[in-house]
Nanobody, 120 residues
């Protein structure tokens, strides 16, 4: 089994910064990609940013230039640095990992979610 554990999040004023981290552990053969998604009240879960094993990144248009995703392959961690935060960034943020648990099978795994609130 694979577990994703998130840390970070909290309350920040508009224009402020926060960093989210996620660590994958358990039966990991190979990580294909890791990323962050978010879900605001009354809205569907949406992609925020992803990063694959080749370091290619993908960002939602709404966060480009403000958020940076990075990955530590040795530690199986992914970090989302969020700058210039806006009230519309308020949501529960979920870590995602697309992971091979053995050499034949991969699945999408999710963290428990962490709340980010941007408010004055």
């Amino acid at each position: 089994q694979v577990q994703l554990v998130e840390s970070g999040g909290g309350l920040v004023q508009p224009g402020g910064s926060l960093s989210l981290s996620c660590a994958a552990s358990g039966s990991i053969f190979r990580i294909i990609a890791m990323g962050w998604y978010r879900q605001a009240p009354g809205k569907e879960r949406e992609l925020v940013a992803t990063i694959n094993g080749g370091w290619a990144t993908n960002y939602a248009d709404s966060v480009k230039g403000r958020f940076t995703i990075s990955r530590n392959n040795a530690l199986n961690t992914v970090t989302l640095q969020m700058n210039s935060l806006k009230p519309e960034d308020t949501a529960v943020y979920y870590c995602n990992g697309r992971i091979y648990s053995d050499h034949t099978k991969w699945d999408d795994y999710w963290g428990q979610g962490t709340q980010v609130t941007v408010s004055s």
